[in-house]
């Protein structure tokens, strides 16, 4: 603040690829310019604002971005390694996935892989309860016997407002969520039930695989009338790792604990003596699926973690010392 006394701060409501839509208050978002070093290819994307983020304005334009006490991100999809943000400075995360095809466990430990390690607390919301042949019983006790009682998990009607009301204790005044989920779970319908009115666009899914369209094209972060903000967010099909995420917290602490009590400390479960995990799927206290599961992401979060730190260590500058004491002639002295 010292360093730009005139500024005022203001939230980023909305993030487009020229530049960003910020707000002092409910309903007064305004364009402004962002600082010219976002906009270079190189910058990496934790140093540029996300929806959610608090920045200090003046004349127009960005001049800093504040420090955050929470973010959501992700590996950015395709083969090269790089972060993409989704949202800064919340306090929860609404996992929404569809009753219908698009429910899928093992989607949801990759959600939750990823949110767990940025600050925010993971609520699973199921939505289409509504639609002929949904089994939310069978979908909370799938989801039962994989997360156990650690994360919320909540069944709505996303197109009734009553029904939407069970995400409210999460959305008090000066709160903020985001909805994360593929296109066609229903966040932009549970946004519209929220709000009470129309306002988020909503298509149909295909009928051959429940997925829909992207009918949210950007990140924006919209005040609730509980006093609460909600950031939507377009459909995200691929999830990958960015090599930060601790597998402990993202909901497998439990497998962890099996991996560290193997008698080798390179036991690769596979039949090898003392090996807890292999005892404790067979005797039914760990599901083979589910920990075939984990060492995928195990593998993925150790791959982007190398990436990830080959790239950190060549930004670093070059070590420099001293030369040795040399001896008329320049041959190095011992000392």
Not at 59 to 76: E, F, N, P
Not at 162 to 191: E, H, Q
Not at 258 to 286: K, M, N, T
Request: proline share 7%; glycine share 12%.
């Amino acid at each position: 603040m010292a360093a730009h006394p005139q500024a005022r701060p203001a939230r980023v409501v909305e993030q487009h690829r020229t530049g960003y839509v910020v707000a002092e208050g409910p309903g007064d978002g305004v364009a402004v310019e962002s600082l010219p070093q976002w906009q270079r290819p190189k910058c990496p994307p934790s140093e540029r604002a996300a929806v959610g983020d608090w920045v200090l304005v003046d004349d127009g334009r960005i001049v800093a971005l504040l420090a955050r006490r929470s973010v959501i991100k992700r590996g950015i999809a395709g083969e090269h390694y790089g972060q993409q943000l989704i949202a800064a400075n919340i306090d929860t995360v609404f996992v929404v996935c569809g009753l219908d095809g698009d429910f899928n466990p093992r989607r949801i430990e990759r959600y939750l892989l990823l949110v767990q390690g940025g600050g925010a607390q993971p609520v699973v919301v199921l939505t289409k309860a509504d639609q002929p042949g949904a089994d939310a019983d069978g979908a909370r006790a799938a989801l039962h016997a994989r997360l156990g009682d650690g994360v919320p998990v909540l069944t709505v009607n996303a197109r009734d407002p009553a029904d939407a009301a069970a995400l409210d204790p999460w959305l008090g005044p000066g709160r903020t969520a985001v909805l994360v989920g593929s296109s066609g779970a229903g966040k932009s319908t549970l946004t519209n039930a929220l709000l009470g009115t129309e306002r988020m666009k909503t298509g149909e899914v295909r009928e051959r695989d429940a997925r829909g369209r992207h009918t949210t094209t950007h990140r924006a972060l919209i005040p609730l009338p509980s006093g609460g903000c909600l950031i939507d967010t377009p459909g995200m099909r691929e999830l990958k790792p960015t090599g930060e995420e601790d597998l402990a917290e993202g909901g497998f602490a439990d497998v962890e604990a099996l991996v560290a009590g193997c008698r080798f400390s390179d036991c690769r479960h596979e039949g090898e003596p003392g090996c807890a995990v292999r005892a404790a799927i067979e005797a039914g206290a760990l599901d083979a699926g589910r920990f075939a599961h984990y060492a995928k992401l195990r593998d993925e979060v150790a791959g982007a973690a190398g990436v990830l730190a080959s790239r950190q260590a060549a930004k670093k500058p070059p070590a420099t010392g001293k030369r040795p004491a040399s001896r008329p002639g320049g041959r190095p002295g011992r000392r």
